[in-house]
């Protein structure tokens, strides 16, 4: 079983890989047969390749900015965490903020194997009105 430090480095790993746009390393921190999902994916996205698709589209469109990680806690291998992610659309420079919940499972392989997340849509609307 992963360890708090453990799946903290993970985490922080993620975070500064998607930050830094270095989608080899963020999409490495992930299992293969991860299930993701989020308020706009119900269905989940089965499996990495689905994943890294929305993670090149979304990148297309927007630059991360901020990822402000507001609480972190762990429980076994299930991690819950509150955060704050603004990005820039790339083609207005208009700013988006909005603040979320996830909850993950973490193999001790040190890769993501779920990941859900919780946010208001509404709060990304502005991104496509």
């Known amino acids: 079983m992963a360890t708090h430090a453990d799946i903290q480095a993970l985490f922080d790993r993620r975070r500064e890989a998607w930050l830094h746009e270095d989608h080899t390393a963020y999409l490495a921190c ?3 047969d991860l299930v993701f999902a989020s308020p706009v994916h119900d269905p989940p996205l089965i ?8 993670v090149h589209r979304s990148n ?12 972190l806690a762990t429980q076994g291998d ?6 704050t992610i603004t990005v820039e659309a790339r083609g207005s420079g208009q700013r988006i903020r909005w603040r979320g919940m996830s909850i993950a499972t973490y193999r001790p392989d040190g890769r ?14 502005v991104a496509v009105s």
């Open 60 to 71: 297309a469109a927007m630059r991360p900015i901020t990822f402000e990680v507001h609480a």
């Open 112 to 125: 993501i194997a779920t990941w859900r997340e919780y946010w208001n849509p509404a709060d990304l609307a």
């Open 30 to 32: 992930f299992a293969d």
């Open 47 to 54: 499996g990495l390749p689905a994943f890294a698709e929305l």
């Open 78 to 83: 299930l991690v819950l965490a509150e955060w």
